[in-house]
């Protein structure tokens, strides 16, 4: 049987491919590994069925025989181990990749969290228009560091694609159509370098039929049958 | 030669163990590894020289021969995975607590950091006041679900310490103090557990002997001959 992860029923992005299951599904598409999904409600990811998979009551989750995780760093990092094609070999340029992964995580991401957060929560504030240029200062502080540590690199650690660049990519995806990443083309070009992997087109199409599919034929049948593969109920 | 790790020359703040340094510190003392330090100052944080270790400009790194890291969990994880005590043999239950370290720094701490961002930069906005709680909900909502896992267990994955405690506790540890921890008290009782392990006395006791020699001696010579073993300039 093939690992299942968990996604989300409706698309909250419309089918960008910024919901967690996204970076599971290009690591397992990375490696080669065929999945399986199930798809759940908002509601039923609060209830204690989904919440003894995930604690906290989100997507995505991960399961694989007798282990059962969370946390799509984590699950990256667990497929990353467990398949060849994500991290070097030499265990210096691994320790470093699985760095990246967390720089990308704890370091990267949450100002670009904080940014979201008041777009979808303080924009009818009164402080939205004075506060949010604070939050994007300090985003374009860690992709300025960011920025001047890629160089003229293809990815972050010598020229290898690994699990640190998936995550890092996958990040910054979250910045697109920004001024904030047109500030800085070389990660807007890092960031497209991701985007064409093969693995990245199939992962990301797979969501995207779910969006489509659900979209096209609301409320009528299996959304799991639209168009990706190794999917299931 | 002990692998080096990088600390702030002035504590921000004041000692409690806060910094970024501290899992690191509070990993190589479980596992009884000797380290050295180097502190640098907020100017040197961001000069290239320290750059090359840390592009974002920040503590902790970890030079340890020919292997540099930085990002605290990253370091911690290698940490882990370089000795034994922080991370379980069976292969599901290390799975788990490597899913651990990343709800902690992930999940767990991202609101807690933007609270901290609105004390540091917000409390004399006008809308402190009323977003301040917005954020504090959020916390909240996350330590229900945490309290909720841990129940009357006594750390997050069996009976077992790991990495995946030692990074959640400290990051509950930035909210000591505050009535948010004090709700639960299944947490605040987790917390208390880990500090009082020897191991975390050992940590907390090094970084503190920075700042009490630093107020003591301030410009008088070298801080980090004061009270801490395993350090050096």
Redesign the interface.
Known sequence: MPPIITAFEESPDRGQGLARDMPVRWALEEVGQPYDVRLVSFGSMKEPAH?ALH????IPTFEDG??A???????V??IAESYTGLLPEDA?AK??A??W???A???V??PI??RE?SHY??RD???HK??LP?VEN?IRS?LE??S??LGDGDWLDCETFSAGDLLMVQVLRRLKGTNLLREFPELSAYVARGEVRPAFKRAFDAQLAIFTGKSRHRGEGDACSAGASHMRR
Chains 1, 2 share one sequence.
């Open positions: 919440r604690p906290f009551g989100q007798d282990l995780l969370f946390e799509s760093g984590a699950i990092l667990h210096n320790a470093r699985i760095m992964m967390f720089a995580l704890s370091t991401e949450p969290i904080q957060f929560f303080e504030k009164s402080w004075e506060r604070m300090l860690r560091d960011l001047r540590r």
